[in-house]
């Protein structure tokens, strides 16, 4: 079995469902739930549902929360190694509406205190497997020590730029073999890094031609994967490192579902992304995108953020 190693985020969820989310001052009726969230959990779970050997590596609290993270993984078979922490393990108030639209408030806690120290520790790991994916949630210099031990090793690397409003450096992003914003976090890349000013929720309108070369300016040596929503997303590949596709950029159309909940769906693309990349690295990346939108899409059925992501694995590669 081909070997992802998650760097990031857990939390408890909070969540409360609700017909319309919560104007400022306004007091509504919902539906409250607890579970297991953050960023990298998410992914973590996510990668070893679509048949990965998982390694997820993060910092925990000496509490509930982090009892929970230990036995979760445990149960879906993937190896949780933990930084201890005297903070709280993080956590997050979500608030998702009948059409399945979400806000979110995240206490980081002991994820804010992920060190670059700890990760590098994990020399051995890392050095073992094909992809290495890290977001954002924990503190930047920490991801940026775990992208550059991945690229020592000769390990792909994945970064998911989540949140949009999470620091981050050139250094930081020319670490990345692959560049997974969505249409947020693309505008608020190219703002910090390209100087271009763009409406977020113009991205998916551009023309392809247009996408293609802000995704050039901002990580010119990569690869970058746009994700849109309910259209799918589009591809831009380095000309000299196409992955196998035949095209420097195309769009992949989103799948149908019947959908209740999208909280974990940009995170069930990422974890599919990279298990499906260390599972067939002979594919063409078309191949692997295709296999993270349709494992996305089944997300969205069900509801919670690390709860949703199915079990469902990529064809193998002929």
Same mark, same amino acid.
């Given at each position: 079995?081909?070997?992802?190693?998650?760097?990031?985020?857990?939390?408890?969820?909070?969540?409360?469902?609700?017909?319309?989310?919560?104007?400022?001052?306004?007091?509504?009726?919902?539906? !409250?739930?607890?579970?297991?969230?953050? $960023?990298?959990?998410?992914?973590?779970?996510?990668?070893?549902?679509?048949?990965? $050997? #998982?390694?997820?590596?993060?910092?925990?609290?000496?509490?509930?929360?982090?009892?929970?993270?230990? =036995?979760?993984?445990?149960?879906?078979?993937?190896?949780?190694?933990?930084?201890? =922490?005297?903070?709280?393990?993080? #956590?997050?108030?979500? !608030?998702?509406?009948?059409?399945?639209?979400?806000?979110?408030?995240?206490?980081?806690?002991?994820?804010?205190?992920?060190?670059?120290?700890?990760?590098?520790?994990?020399?051995?790991?890392?050095?073992? /497997?094909?992809?290495?994916?890290?977001?954002?949630?924990?503190?930047?210099?920490?991801?940026?020590?775990?992208?550059?031990?991945?690229?020592?090793?000769?390990?792909?690397?994945?970064?998911?730029?989540?949140?949009?409003?999470?620091?981050?450096?050139?250094?930081?992003?020319?670490? /990345?073999?692959?560049? #997974?914003?969505?249409?947020?976090?693309?505008?608020?890349?190219?703002?910090?890094?390209?100087?271009?000013?763009?409406?977020?929720?113009?991205?998916?309108?551009?023309?392809?031609?247009?996408?293609?070369?802000?995704?050039? $300016?901002?990580?010119?040596?990569?690869?970058?994967?746009? #994700?849109?929503?309910?259209?799918?997303?589009?591809?831009?590949?380095?000309?000299?490192?196409?992955?196998?596709?035949?095209?420097?950029? !195309?769009?992949?159309?989103?799948?149908?579902?019947?959908?209740?909940?999208?909280?974990?769906?940009?995170?069930?693309?990422?974890?599919?992304?990279?298990?499906?990349?260390?599972?067939?690295?002979?594919? =063409?990346?078309?191949?692997?995108?295709?296999?993270?939108?349709? !494992?996305?899409?089944?997300?969205?059925?069900?509801?919670?953020?690390?709860?949703?992501?199915?079990?469902?694995?990529?064809?193998?590669?002929?």
């Amino acid at each position: 079995m081909s070997s992802v190693v998650v760097v990031g985020s857990f939390n408890v969820d909070h969540v409360w469902r609700c017909d319309v989310l919560p104007a400022p001052g306004a007091t509504i009726a919902g539906r !409250y739930s607890t579970g297991p969230g953050g $960023k990298g959990f998410n992914q973590a779970v996510a990668a070893a549902r679509a048949g990965a $050997k #998982t390694h997820f590596l993060c910092a925990l609290g000496d509490d509930a929360g982090g009892a929970l993270a230990r =036995s979760l993984a445990a149960h879906d078979g993937f190896a949780l190694i933990a930084e201890p =922490s005297n903070e709280p393990t993080g #956590t997050g108030g979500i !608030y998702v509406d009948a059409h399945g639209r979400n806000t979110i408030v995240i206490g980081a806690g002991a994820n804010s205190v992920l060190s670059a120290a700890f990760v590098d520790n994990q020399r051995a790991l890392v050095a073992a /497997s094909q992809v290495l994916l890290a977001q954002l949630e924990s503190p930047a210099e920490t991801i940026e020590s775990a992208l550059a031990l991945a690229r020592e090793c000769g390990v792909l690397t994945v970064l998911n730029a989540a949140p949009a409003n999470a620091p981050t450096s050139i250094g930081l992003l020319k670490l /990345s073999d692959v560049l #997974t914003p969505n249409e947020t976090e693309f505008a608020a890349l190219l703002g910090r890094h390209v100087g271009e000013r763009i409406n977020a929720d113009d991205v998916a309108a551009l023309d392809g031609n247009t996408l293609h070369s802000l995704c050039r $300016k901002l990580l010119p040596g990569g690869t970058v994967v746009v #994700t849109l929503g309910s259209v799918g997303a589009f591809i831009s590949h380095a000309e000299e490192q196409l992955r196998g596709d035949t095209a420097a950029h !195309y769009r992949v159309g989103a799948e149908s579902a019947q959908t209740v909940d999208t909280t974990g769906a940009g995170d069930a693309f990422n974890g599919a992304l990279v298990a499906s990349l260390a599972q067939s690295p002979s594919a =063409s990346f078309i191949t692997h995108v295709r296999f993270a939108t349709r !494992y996305a899409a089944r997300s969205t059925e069900v509801e919670g953020a690390a709860t949703s992501m199915p079990r469902m694995v990529p064809e193998p590669a002929v």
